[in-house]
């Protein structure tokens, strides 16, 4: 379903207030806000620089998310814009990434190199078709990616890596902030279409995966390593399923038997 | 006076209800985690859980729920709560 004159026009203005926030108190750069003088003191961790490196190659897949992303966008000028600064955001968390593996000596150039050859050898695929799923699908991804930066920040700097701390805490701000436009502009779209909207939704939570689970090398023994930060089905339900319910103002009861998956007969026929 | 709820039989049905899911072996003492459900899943269980067992948990009770034993204390607490 497309969007209404009115709601696009409502979308442009959630649009401006998140960009000018972002603009007047989220900016930062790569090569002033981060505590580089403190490499020295940080710790050569195996299992942190592996993680590091996955969030890396996650974010490699850039030209993919946007490339796709805002061609599905374009027809609504808040979206589409979004997605263009979204893009500018995580062009930084790769960079960001990239360099503390380099400047720590925890991987050469060559070996960067190789792995941004397997990354980009592989191409991400939307996984799905509509504006509106895709920006029910950001509210769940953001959000998802928002609670392991801030996990994997705490255990950086539990390890003493006051770099690696640092990092993750500014991608974890910045993607909590996309998790909220996200949320604002779903608010809208319930306002146009709320059962449409919560088809979507059920469908998208039932769908779900992370992006590029398929596609970084070695991802099942990456994703386990990363997980051990306490990222389960427990954290998923509490941490990202009820809050980004609780975001858009949708009650879990709405969304009971949206997505079943097949209407079963009797449990003992 | 309440009904005494066989919180095992309700979750086995629920499950089957929302997801199609035979689960075996299931005992007060199972974990969510170790059913081999996703997250979605065990949500959409849930909730078909409420609706024949006739409550409504709080989401920050959800948000704590590891077992079927915790959900029958959530019954129990639900039901006080009415």
């Given at each position: 379903?497309?969007v ?6 409502r ?8 960009f ?44 993919d998310?946007?490339?796709?992303g805002?061609?599905?966008m ?85 390890r ?5 701390g ?17 949320a604002a ?8 279409d ?22 970084v090398?070695?991802?099942d023994?990456?994703?386990k ?18 809050p ?26 | ?12 049905q629920?499950a ?9 072996g ?12 996703d997250?979605?899943a065990?949500?959409?269980?849930i ?6 067992v006739?409550?409504r ?14 959900l ?11």
């Amino acid at each position: 379903m497309a969007v209404s004159p009115a709601s696009s026009e409502r979308i442009y203005r959630e649009y401006m207030t998140f960009f000018e926030k972002a603009e007047k108190h989220r900016r930062w750069s790569v090569f002033d806000d981060i505590p580089w003088d403190k490499l020295e003191s940080c710790p050569r961790d195996a299992d942190l620089a592996r993680c590091a490196e996955t969030f890396c190659g996650v974010e490699m897949y850039l030209p993919d998310y946007v490339g796709q992303g805002i061609n599905v966008m374009r027809e609504c000028f808040g979206r589409g814009w979004f997605l263009a600064n979204w893009g500018y955001e995580e062009s930084k968390h790769s960079l960001a990434l990239r360099e503390y593996l380099r400047r720590t000596g925890q991987r050469t150039d060559a070996e960067i190199t190789d792995y941004e050859r397997q990354i980009l050898a592989k191409q991400w695929q939307k996984p799905f078709e509509t504006a509106q799923q895709m920006t029910l699908y950001g509210i769940i991804q953001e959000l998802t990616t928002y609670v392991f930066y801030k996990k994997h920040k705490q255990l950086a700097l539990t390890r003493g890596d006051e770099v690696l701390g640092a990092i993750y805490g500014l991608i974890a701000r910045d993607e909590v902030a996309h998790f909220g436009f996200y949320a604002a502009v779903t608010r809208v779209l319930l306002e146009d279409d709320r059962e449409g909207v919560k088809q979507d939704l059920a469908h998208v939570f039932r769908n779900f995966t992370m992006p590029a689970y398929d596609l970084v090398p070695d991802y099942d023994e990456r994703v386990k390593l990363m997980r051990t930060v306490g990222m389960d089905q427990r954290a998923f339900i509490a941490e990202v399923w009820l809050p980004a319910l609780k975001a858009i103002g949708v009650s879990r009861t709405e969304l009971t038997g949206l997505s079943r998956p097949a209407a079963p007969a009797e449990l003992h026929a | 006076m309440e009904n005494k709820i066989d919180i095992v039989a309700v979750f086995k049905q629920a499950a089957f209800d929302a997801e199609g899911r035979h689960l075996e072996g299931l005992t007060l003492d199972s974990k969510l985690s170790e059913l081999a459900m996703d997250s979605v899943a065990v949500m959409e269980t849930i909730g078909v859980f409420e609706q024949r067992v006739g409550v409504r948990f709080a989401d920050e009770d959800l948000a704590r729920l590891t077992s079927l034993r915790d959900l029958e204390a959530l019954v129990a607490k639900a039901r006080r709560v009415a």
